[in-house]
């Protein structure tokens, strides 16, 4: 197998976060959590050369992008969250079962999972991830805060068939060798952004998924018109999933009118009454959205 990440780089260099991202002098919810995240990726001592061989051993993934592009092309593809809780909304469904949950997502017409593995700030985990993706046919993303070489095996190594990549808690370098790494150990890489700077460097850094999160990073305010905004610069071959702000079937509707044919959405599926009528509501927006315009 060809070798795409370089195996003797640094792991985790020492450089603060603001000099690696260019967002406004205040604490940041994703500041937090990142400085967190660091912290324990900086004390974890497991060899990488090892981790790698690990996970190049287990099954092989789902294919995370060929879920989302096997979809009709008058329906929207859904990427269905399950979501314990989150730093704006506190406690969502705390309790919830994972596997129950997935299987009522895909019972809707999810056509990919994403679930939240970070315990400090979303009360997710890895057993939540595995206990998913075992119980349904579909690919998951494994939705947490990649800083370190180690995070990308992990995913690989709980099952996960995608992992997420923030560009605005990577330089670019880490963005590219994340992305190289996942590439290797048969992960597809969901590249998030908030602008177009930020697009231009996920895409630059070899992106094919990229997310445009419509959640200001700073007032952590839902801004309807980023992914339409941001979309628009998005280049042809590269699939295209707006995040955050969807609340149901009319919002859906206009993101597929905006050129979007996926959407990652947690909160308004997880706190659901009828989760999976939630999700098919969402699948079918797109035929609706196409006439609404």
């Given at each position: 197998m060809k070798r795409l990440w370089p195996r003797n780089a640094p792991i985790l260099p020492d450089i603060p976060l603001r000099s690696l991202v260019s967002l406004p002098c205040v604490a940041t919810y994703l500041d937090r959590i990142l400085e967190h995240h660091r912290a324990v990726a900086s004390a974890d001592d497991r060899s990488l050369d090892a981790l790698i061989e690990q996970a190049l051993a287990v099954a092989e993934p789902r294919g995370f992008r060929l879920a989302i592009q096997s979809v009709d092309d008058d329906l929207m593809a859904v990427i269905a969250e399950v979501k314990r809780r989150s730093p704006s909304r506190g406690d969502l469904a705390v309790d919830l079962d994972p596997a129950e949950t997935a299987s009522a997502y895909v019972a809707g017409g999810a056509v990919c999972l994403s679930v939240l593995t970070d315990g400090e700030?979303?009360?997710?985990?890895?057993?939540?991830?595995?206990?998913?993706?075992?119980?349904?046919?579909?690919?998951?993303?494994?939705?947490?805060?990649?800083?370190?070489?180690?995070?990308?095996?992990?995913?690989?190594?709980?099952?996960?068939?995608?992992?997420?990549?923030?560009?605005?808690?990577?330089?670019?370098s880490e963005l590219a060798d994340f992305m190289a790494l996942a590439g290797e150990l048969g992960l597809d890489a969901l590249a998030e952004v908030h602008d177009e700077a930020?697009?231009?460097?996920?895409l630059v850094a070899g992106a094919d998924i990229v997310g445009v999160n419509q959640r200001d990073l700073v007032t952590f305010e839902v801004d309807p018109d980023r992914a339409r905004r941001v979309g628009a610069s998005i280049p042809p071959g590269v699939e295209r999933v707006a995040e955050s702000g969807v609340r149901?079937?009319?919002?859906?509707?206009?993101?597929?009118?905006?050129g979007f044919r996926a959407v990652l959405v947690g909160e308004s599926l997880v706190t659901s009454g009828d989760r999976s009528g939630a999700v098919a509501a969402l699948v079918a927006a797109g035929s609706a959205g196409a006439g609404a315009g």
């Open positions: 700030h979303f009360g997710g985990s890895a057993a939540d991830l595995r206990s998913a993706r075992a119980s349904v046919p579909v690919p998951v993303l494994r939705k947490d805060f990649t800083v370190d070489a180690r995070d990308v095996c992990d995913a690989a190594l709980m099952g996960a068939d995608a992992v997420l990549l923030i560009a605005a808690a990577l330089d670019d930020e697009l231009e460097r996920v149901g079937p009319e919002d859906a509707g206009a993101l597929y009118d905006a």
